[in-house]
């Protein structure tokens, strides 16, 4: 049974710093493009980061470039967003997601969401 648990979310003022964490169980971590997504009220959900799989690269919006970062520690199955200098409308659910293909078909696996409020 795939698991991602999402932890770190809160309340930050402007030109703060969160980390967030997810923890992914019943997949081999390495083989899985690892991403983090985020969607604000009445918005579309967006990807913010991606990490291919065993963290060969990484890519990210316009929007956070500079600010935040992706990173993954293999070792303890888990992907991190290291987000600074947080600005209002980072305001957003975030998400955590692992991808894989397989026979030309991509799986997907989220996590269950945490919420990033910046506000002063």
Known sequence: QVQLVESGGGLVQPGGSLRLSCE???ITFTNYVMSWFRQAPGKERELVATSTSAGGSTNYADSVKGRF???RDNAKNTVYLQMNSLKP???AVYFCN???R??????D???QGT????SS
């Open 115 to 118: 919420q990033v409020t910046v």
């Open 69 to 71: 970062t992706i990173s």
């Open 98 to 100: 692992a991808r894989i």
């Open 24 to 26: 992914v169980s019943g």
């Open 109 to 111: 696996y989220w996590a």
């Open 89 to 91: 409308e980072d305001t």
């Open 102 to 107: 397989r026979s030309g078909i991509w799986y």
